[in-house]
């Protein structure tokens, strides 16, 4: 009996990001995107997938949060069994242990990604 492919939600908002679809395909994941997290916090629901990887940026200018994501990342809590990979600019590393030591995070990043790095975690989760 063979096992289902595992799932991945992308949640692209960069460009770099995009570019990564057909490497989670080669890895064996059946692959859905959204561009926005509020669809992509509805797709969540719908795919319940095996892992998340989304791309995460600071704005001061968010009002009641620090970045792009935290509603997503909220969202995927309960789902523990759901891996959650981040990708991140350089820079916004201060912000993104901030949100870090509030909300799960399984793996984080930064951009641009090493093939390497991302194919060792991705492969870990496929098990």
């Known amino acids: 009996m063979t096992t289902p492919p595992k ?10 990001h995009a570019k990564l679809s057909s490497r989670y395909q080669s890895l064996g994941y059946t ?10 916090i509805a797709s969540l629901r719908k ?8 791309d995460f940026y600071f704005q001061s200018d968010f009002r009641d949060r620090l970045s792009n ?35 799960r995070i399984d793996a984080a990043l930064s951009m641009p990604v090493k093939e390497a790095e991302l194919q060792a975690a991705l492969q870990a989760w496929l098990l």
Do not use: G
């Open 7 to 16: 799932k991945l939600l992308a949640v692209v908002e960069f460009l770099e």
């Open 31 to 40: 692959v859905s995107t959204e561009c926005q997290v509020r669809k992509a």
């Open 47 to 54: 795919v319940q997938p095996d892992v998340i990887v989304a």
């Open 69 to 103: 994501l935290e509603s997503l990342l909220a969202a995927a809590q309960p789902m523990t069994q759901t891996k959650i990979l981040v990708l991140y600019e350089p820079h916004n590393q201060p912000a993104l242990d901030k949100v870090r030591s509030r909300l």
